[in-house]
Nanobody, 126 residues
């Protein structure tokens, strides 16, 4: 059973940066396709970014392209989400998730992921 724990959230002014980390226990994250999702108050959870298990290819929702970067640190068994040029609309609880099998077409779907963390709050003030 893989357990995921997010960290790195906080309060930041618009234009600032945060780096989120997703640490794993009970499994090796390099064996999984990894995704970051977010959920703002009153809204559905949405896809933010993903990184492939074998290819290392990365995918982003349009609104974060060029500002967010997903990466792996296999030595630390973590997945990172570097967030730059943050905007108030980025405010949400951010979740990392792990998927054993996934396709490019399905990686944006929540139901394709097997394991989820508890989330970390990101608040961007204007």
């Amino acid at each position: 059973q893989v357990q995921l724990v997010e960290s790195g959230g906080g309060l930041v002014q618009a234009g600032g940066s945060l780096r989120l980390s997703c640490a794993a226990s009970g499994g090796t994250l390099s064996s999984y396709n990894m995704g970051w999702f977010r959920q703002a108050p009153g809204k559905e959870r949405e896809f933010v970014a993903a990184i492939g298990r074998s290819s290392g290819s990365t995918y982003y929702r349009d609104s974060v392209k060029g500002r967010f970067t997903i990466s792996r640190d296999n030595a630390k068994n973590t997945v990172l989400l570097q967030m730059n040029s943050l905007k108030p609309e980025d405010t949400a609880v951010y979740y990392c998730a792990a998927a054993g099998r996934i396709t490019i077409l399905s990686m944006r779907r929540l139901d394709q992921y097997d394991y989820w963390g508890q989330g970390t709050q990101v608040t961007v003030s204007s």
